[in-house]
T-cell receptor, first 118, second 118 residues
Framework: AQKVTQAQTEISVVEKEDVTLDCVYE???????LFWYKQPPSGELVFLIR??????QNEISGRYSWNFQKSTSSFNFTITASQVVDSAVYFC???????????????FGRGTQLTVWP | DSGVTQTPKHLITATGQRVTLRCSPR?????VYWYQQSLDQGLQFLIQ???????AKGNILERFSAQQFPDLHSELNLSSLELGDSALYFC?????????????????FGPGTRLTVL
C-alpha cells in the first residue's frame, strides 16, 4: 500500500534561517510520482513540484530545493533563507499512473506546519 | 490561480440536509478528483472521474455521490449530513497525456468549499 509520512508536525524558524521538511514514502510500484503542495492560511492547495520515480535529479527553484533519494524513499524539501510568507502547511504526496497514462489519486502525508517568525 | 473553480466557497447547513458542491476543471483537463480535508483524517481522496466516467473510488461514504457532466464539470452530492461531514472539500483536475507520458501530469486544486454542518 502507498503511504507518505511527514514526521515533523510543526517547525518554527526565524526569518533567513534554512529549513528542511522531511518526507518518507512507501510504495510497491516501480513507477510513481512525488509532489509537494503548499497550503497557506488562506486554505488553497498550491502545487510546488512533481518528481518522477525514474528521475532522481535534485531540483532548485529560487529559494526552494528538493532532494529525491530512492535508496531511502525520501523526498525532502529545503527552503533557503526563509521568509515570513513561507509560513504555511506543506504537504508531500505520492501517486501512481493509471491505465491510459492518467494520474492516479494522491496519497498525502499529514503535513508540516511551518511558521517563520520575523 | 490554478484555473480550477469551486462553488460555493462556504456552505453552512443542518444535519440531515443535502448539499451539492460544484467544480469546474481547468480548460482541457479530463480528470476530476475530489478530496476531503478534516483535522481528524487529513487529506483523503474521495473519488475520481475521467471524461465522464468514474475512474477510481476512495474512502467515499455511501451518502456521498458524484458525477462528471459532458462539459467536464463535476458535482459532489452529500446527503443525510452529519456533524462529522464538516470539512474542506477540494476538487482537483489533471489531463491525461497521450503516449505514456503520464509523468508530466499534475493535479491542480481549486480553492475548496468549506462545509459546516450544524
Amino acid at each position: 500500500a502507498q503511504k507518505v509520512t511527514q514526521a515533523q508536525t510543526e517547525i518554527s524558524v526565524v526569518e533567513k534561517e534554512d529549513v528542511t521538511l522531511d518526507c518518507v514514502y512507501e510504495t510497491r510500484d516501480t513507477t510513481y510520482y512525488l509532489f509537494w503542495y503548499k497550503q497557506p492560511p488562506s486554505g488553497e492547495l498550491v502545487f510546488l513540484i512533481r518528481r518522477n520515480s525514474f528521475d532522481e535529479q535534485n531540483e532548485i527553484s529560487g529559494r526552494y530545493s528538493w532532494n529525491f533519494q530512492k535508496s531511502t524513499s525520501s523526498f525532502n524539501f529545503t527552503i533557503t533563507a526563509s521568509q515570513v510568507v513561507d509560513s504555511a502547511v506543506y504537504f508531500c504526496a505520492l501517486s501512481e499512473a493509471q491505465r491510459g497514462s492518467t494520474l492516479g489519486r494522491l496519497y498525502f502525508g499529514r503535513g508540516t506546519q511551518l511558521t517563520v517568525w520575523p | 490561480d490554478s484555473g480550477v473553480t469551486q462553488t460555493p466557497k462556504h456552505l453552512i447547513t443542518a444535519t440531515g440536509q443535502r448539499v451539492t458542491l460544484r467544480c469546474s476543471p481547468r480548460s482541457g483537463d479530463l480528470s476530476v478528483y475530489w478530496y476531503q480535508q478534516s483535522l481528524d483524517q487529513g487529506l483523503q481522496f474521495l473519488i475520481q472521474y475521467y471524461n465522464g466516467e468514474e475512474r477510481a473510488k476512495g474512502n467515499i461514504l455511501e451518502r456521498f455521490s458524484a458525477q462528471q457532466f459532458p462539459d467536464l464539470h463535476s458535482e459532489l452530492n452529500l446527503s443525510s449530513l452529519e456533524l462529522g461531514d464538516s470539512a474542506l472539500y477540494f476538487c482537483a483536475s489533471s489531463v491525461a497525456k497521450t503516449g505514456g507520458a503520464g509523468y508530466t501530469d499534475t493535479q491542480y486544486f481549486g480553492p475548496g468549499t468549506r462545509l459546516t454542518v450544524l
